[in-house]
Protein backbone atom coordinates (compact mmCIF):
# COMPACT_ATOMS: atom_id res chain seq x y z
CA UNK A 1 0.00 0.00 0.00
CA UNK A 2 3.01 2.28 1.05
CA UNK A 3 4.17 1.85 -2.29
CA UNK A 4 1.38 2.77 -4.54
CA UNK A 5 1.05 5.91 -2.36
CA UNK A 6 4.55 7.12 -2.91
CA UNK A 7 4.22 5.93 -6.48
CA UNK A 8 0.77 8.19 -6.44
CA UNK A 9 2.25 11.21 -4.73
CA UNK A 10 5.52 11.35 -7.10
CA UNK A 11 3.14 10.73 -10.01
CA UNK A 12 1.05 14.29 -8.94
CA UNK A 13 4.44 15.89 -8.58
CA UNK A 14 5.32 14.71 -11.97
CA UNK A 15 2.28 16.26 -13.63
CA UNK A 16 2.45 19.83 -11.32
CA UNK A 17 6.39 20.06 -12.92
CA UNK A 18 4.61 19.38 -16.32
CA UNK A 19 2.13 22.18 -15.77
CA UNK A 20 4.37 24.60 -14.25
CA UNK A 21 6.79 24.41 -17.47
CA UNK A 22 2.94 23.96 -19.43
CA UNK A 23 1.68 27.67 -18.14
CA UNK A 24 5.81 29.14 -18.05
CA UNK A 25 5.92 28.58 -21.79
CA UNK A 26 2.18 29.79 -22.68
CA UNK A 27 3.00 33.21 -21.63
CA UNK A 28 6.16 33.28 -24.03
CA UNK A 29 4.01 31.74 -26.62
CA UNK A 30 1.92 34.61 -26.29
CA UNK A 31 4.23 37.34 -25.87
CA UNK A 32 5.71 36.21 -29.53
CA UNK A 33 7.03 39.68 -30.73
CA UNK A 34 4.47 41.79 -29.00
CA UNK A 35 3.26 43.07 -32.50
CA UNK A 36 6.53 45.04 -32.90
CA UNK A 37 6.41 43.82 -37.04
CA UNK A 38 3.36 41.61 -36.62
CA UNK A 39 0.96 44.06 -35.66
CA UNK A 40 -0.67 41.57 -33.89
CA UNK A 41 -3.62 42.57 -32.15
CA UNK A 42 -1.82 45.70 -32.47
CA UNK A 43 1.69 47.47 -33.38
CA UNK A 44 3.97 50.00 -31.40
CA UNK A 45 3.62 51.62 -29.21
CA UNK A 46 0.46 48.74 -28.00
CA UNK A 47 1.19 45.87 -26.61
CA UNK A 48 -1.55 43.92 -26.82
CA UNK A 49 -4.71 46.38 -26.88
CA UNK A 50 -2.36 48.34 -24.09
CA UNK A 51 -0.98 51.79 -25.17
CA UNK A 52 0.35 54.44 -22.39
CA UNK A 53 -1.01 57.53 -21.85
CA UNK A 54 -4.51 55.94 -22.90
CA UNK A 55 -5.28 52.72 -21.35
CA UNK A 56 -6.86 52.64 -17.80
CA UNK A 57 -5.25 49.93 -15.37
CA UNK A 58 -9.29 48.54 -15.05
CA UNK A 59 -8.69 48.09 -18.67
CA UNK A 60 -5.30 46.28 -18.13
CA UNK A 61 -6.73 43.78 -15.95
CA UNK A 62 -9.59 43.04 -18.58
CA UNK A 63 -7.04 42.86 -21.15
CA UNK A 64 -4.69 40.32 -19.40
CA UNK A 65 -7.56 38.21 -18.23
CA UNK A 66 -8.40 37.75 -22.43
CA UNK A 67 -4.87 36.75 -23.07
CA UNK A 68 -5.18 34.28 -20.00
CA UNK A 69 -2.33 35.97 -18.82
CA UNK A 70 -3.80 37.33 -15.38
CA UNK A 71 -2.56 34.15 -13.67
CA UNK A 72 0.89 34.42 -14.35
CA UNK A 73 1.26 38.61 -13.04
CA UNK A 74 1.51 40.36 -9.96
CA UNK A 75 -0.99 43.34 -9.45
CA UNK A 76 -0.08 46.07 -7.16
CA UNK A 77 -1.29 49.66 -7.04
CA UNK A 78 1.13 51.52 -9.64
CA UNK A 79 2.59 48.06 -11.80
CA UNK A 80 1.53 44.70 -12.97
CA UNK A 81 4.30 42.54 -13.75
CA UNK A 82 4.46 39.12 -15.18
CA UNK A 83 6.90 36.56 -14.99
CA UNK A 84 9.74 39.17 -15.61
CA UNK A 85 8.35 39.03 -19.13
CA UNK A 86 5.93 41.99 -18.73
CA UNK A 87 5.95 45.25 -16.70
CA UNK A 88 3.47 47.63 -17.02
CA UNK A 89 3.08 50.98 -15.07
CA UNK A 90 0.94 53.51 -14.59
CA UNK A 91 0.82 57.30 -13.22
CA UNK A 92 -1.21 58.93 -10.55
CA UNK A 93 -4.58 58.69 -12.35
CA UNK A 94 -4.07 54.99 -13.04
CA UNK A 95 -3.33 55.36 -16.62
CA UNK A 96 -0.83 53.49 -18.36
CA UNK A 97 2.63 55.82 -18.65
CA UNK A 98 5.32 52.62 -19.42
CA UNK A 99 4.69 49.01 -20.85
CA UNK A 100 7.99 47.03 -21.79
CA UNK A 101 8.30 43.42 -22.48
CA UNK A 102 10.56 40.95 -23.55
CA UNK A 103 9.97 39.69 -26.82
CA UNK A 104 10.32 35.87 -27.09
CA UNK A 105 10.38 35.97 -31.05
CA UNK A 106 13.49 37.19 -32.77
CA UNK A 107 13.38 40.88 -33.32
CA UNK A 108 16.50 42.66 -35.00
CA UNK A 109 17.27 46.61 -35.68
CA UNK A 110 16.79 45.88 -39.25
CA UNK A 111 13.55 44.53 -38.16
CA UNK A 112 12.45 47.38 -36.89
CA UNK A 113 13.31 50.64 -38.81
CA UNK A 114 12.01 48.76 -42.38
CA UNK A 115 8.80 48.99 -39.79
CA UNK A 116 9.37 52.61 -38.20
CA UNK A 117 12.17 53.91 -40.07
CA UNK A 118 15.50 55.03 -38.51
CA UNK A 119 15.90 55.89 -35.03
CA UNK A 120 16.65 59.10 -33.88
CA UNK A 121 19.29 58.57 -31.28
CA UNK A 122 21.28 56.14 -29.51
CA UNK A 123 22.90 55.47 -26.12
CA UNK A 124 25.54 52.83 -24.61
CA UNK A 125 25.06 51.38 -21.35
CA UNK A 126 28.04 50.80 -19.59
CA UNK A 127 27.54 47.26 -17.51
CA UNK A 128 30.84 46.46 -16.82
CA UNK A 129 31.50 45.16 -13.21
CA UNK A 130 35.24 43.97 -13.77
CA UNK A 131 37.82 46.13 -15.76
CA UNK A 132 38.92 42.46 -17.26
CA UNK A 133 35.28 42.27 -18.07
CA UNK A 134 33.77 45.35 -20.13
CA UNK A 135 30.04 45.07 -21.24
CA UNK A 136 28.13 47.37 -22.87
CA UNK A 137 24.51 47.60 -24.46
CA UNK A 138 22.72 49.80 -26.62
CA UNK A 139 19.24 51.37 -26.44
CA UNK A 140 17.57 53.28 -29.54
CA UNK A 141 15.31 55.72 -29.24
CA UNK A 142 12.12 56.37 -31.38
CA UNK A 143 11.26 59.62 -31.04
CA UNK A 144 7.84 59.31 -33.16
CA UNK A 145 6.24 56.14 -31.30
CA UNK A 146 8.00 56.98 -27.82
CA UNK A 147 9.65 53.57 -27.74
CA UNK A 148 13.27 52.44 -26.73
CA UNK A 149 14.40 49.42 -28.13
CA UNK A 150 16.99 47.57 -25.91
CA UNK A 151 19.84 46.09 -27.77
CA UNK A 152 21.42 42.19 -26.40
CA UNK A 153 24.92 42.92 -24.74
CA UNK A 154 28.18 42.42 -25.98
CA UNK A 155 31.28 41.92 -24.01
CA UNK A 156 33.43 45.35 -25.22
CA UNK A 157 33.79 48.44 -24.08
CA UNK A 158 32.66 49.95 -27.59
CA UNK A 159 29.32 48.27 -29.11
CA UNK A 160 28.99 47.02 -32.94
CA UNK A 161 25.69 48.01 -34.13
CA UNK A 162 24.49 45.55 -36.51
CA UNK A 163 21.91 45.46 -39.64
CA UNK A 164 21.28 41.61 -37.41
CA UNK A 165 21.54 43.16 -33.87
CA UNK A 166 18.88 41.67 -31.66
CA UNK A 167 16.23 43.34 -29.91
CA UNK A 168 16.09 42.23 -26.16
CA UNK A 169 13.60 44.33 -24.48
CA UNK A 170 10.98 46.90 -25.30
CA UNK A 171 9.85 49.52 -23.89
CA UNK A 172 7.14 51.90 -24.68
CA UNK A 173 6.75 55.30 -22.73
CA UNK A 174 3.66 58.28 -23.09
CA UNK A 175 4.64 61.27 -24.03
CA UNK A 176 5.53 62.62 -20.45
CA UNK A 177 7.40 59.54 -19.47
CA UNK A 178 9.24 59.26 -22.60
CA UNK A 179 10.66 62.93 -22.87
CA UNK A 180 12.13 62.44 -18.88
CA UNK A 181 13.70 59.52 -19.89
CA UNK A 182 15.57 61.17 -23.03
CA UNK A 183 16.03 63.91 -21.33
CA UNK A 184 17.84 62.11 -18.18
CA UNK A 185 20.02 59.49 -20.72
CA UNK A 186 22.84 62.36 -20.90
CA UNK A 187 25.01 59.64 -22.98
CA UNK A 188 23.46 59.07 -25.80
CA UNK A 189 24.01 60.66 -29.89
CA UNK A 190 22.39 61.07 -32.82
CA UNK A 191 21.68 57.72 -35.15
CA UNK A 192 24.47 57.66 -37.17
CA UNK A 193 23.56 54.44 -39.10
CA UNK A 194 25.16 50.85 -38.52
CA UNK A 195 28.91 50.81 -37.09
CA UNK A 196 30.84 51.13 -34.12
CA UNK A 197 29.78 53.17 -31.32
CA UNK A 198 31.98 53.57 -27.89
CA UNK A 199 31.78 55.03 -24.82
CA UNK A 200 34.18 58.24 -25.12
CA UNK A 201 32.58 59.45 -28.33
CA UNK A 202 28.84 59.71 -26.56
CA UNK A 203 29.95 60.66 -23.21
CA UNK A 204 31.70 63.29 -24.67
CA UNK A 205 27.99 64.75 -27.18
Known sequence: MFGHNRIFVMFKLCAWVILLTACAAT?????KDGGVISAEPCSAPCFWGVTPGVTAKDEVIVILNQQN???DCNVNNFDITCEHKILIEFNSDYVVDTVSFTPTRKITVQDVTKRYGLPNAVAILDLTLLSESPETRMIIFFDGIKAVFILSSQKSLSYSLKPSAKI????YLDAYAYDQFVASTKDKVNWSGYGTYDIESTENQ
Open 27 to 31: LSQKI
Open 69 to 71: AIA
Open 168 to 171: SDVV
